[in-house]
C-alpha cells in the first residue's frame, strides 16, 4: 500500500534552489512520486510513497522545518506518473504580493464542524477552489465563485465587498489542503474583510479527522485518483451530471480535440459516442485517437 501526502510549509527558505537539490537527493534511493515545489515563500508538496519511506520523509522534513500537517491518505498505487521537485517563485501562483503576518485565523476541524452547524445567516461559508473542482463536491450552504484559476482570486475578493459587508461579515473559507488559504485569507484581509477564518488542512483534513458530514459529493485532487471520496464512513455520491445526457456522473476528462483539451464531466457511453469529444464542433477539429482507457485529467502546474 502506498502513503499519499498533501503538506506544506509556510516559511522563509533562503536558498530554494538548494532546497531543491536536497529533495532530490533524499528522492534518489526511494520510491517517491508527485510533485513538489520549492520557493522562497516555502514547500508545497504531494507525493506518493510505500508507507515506510513516506514515514521516513516526514521524519526528515519536520526535523529540518518543525511541525508540519501532513494528510495522508492510503492508496493501492502510486498517486504520480512522475516525480517533479521545482523551484517556483510563487507557492501558490495568485500574482500579488502577500503578507502572512495578515492571515486569517485557523480552525480545526473539529471546530468547523461546529462553525457549519451553529454560524450565523449572514455569515459567509467560501469555497475559494475552481470551478472544476467545487462541480463535483463542496460543503453544504457554501458560495461557490466562478473562478477558472488561482489568479483570478484577488479580483473576485474585491467584488465580494460589494455584496458583503467587510467590516461585518465572518468569512470561513476552505480549500483542498489549506494552502491557498493561507495565501487567499491574507488578501481578503487586505481587502478590508476583518472575520476571517481558514479551515485548518482544508477538506482533506476535515475528511480525515472529522468524516464526511455536511460534504456533498467527492473531493477534486491534483493527481491521478482525480475525483475520491473524503472519508468512507458513507458512499460518497456524484453530484456533477455528464455533459450530454445529464445522469449523475463525476469523472473528467480533457476533450480528444487538441485545440480545445477543456475538461468536461462525461459518461463512458456517451464519451465513446462522442470520441471523447466536449461537444460537436470539437469534433469537427484535429482530434486525439480515442482511447478507452486514456488516463482522464493531467492538469499540468496546478496543484493544491
Ligand atoms: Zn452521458
Ligand atoms: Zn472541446
Redesign the pocket.
Known sequence: MYSVLAYYYIGAIEDPQTEVLRHKEFFQTRDFKGRIYISEQGINGQASAVAAHAEEYIAWFEERFGKALFKIHVSHEHAFEKMTVKYRRQLVAIDCEVDFAQKGESISPQKWKEILEERSADSLLLDVRNDYEWKVGHFEGAELPQLETFRQFPAYAKQLKETHDPKTTPVFMYCTGGIRCEFYSAVLKNEGFEKVYQLEGGVIGYGLEEGSEHWQGKLFVFDDRLVVPIADDRPAEAIAT??????S?DVYYNCANMDCNALFI??????HAHQGCCCDTCKQGRVRPYQENAKPFRKKGTIA
Open positions: 455528464c455533459c450530454y445526457c445529464h445522469t456522473h462525461c459518461c463512458i457511453s456517451c464519451l
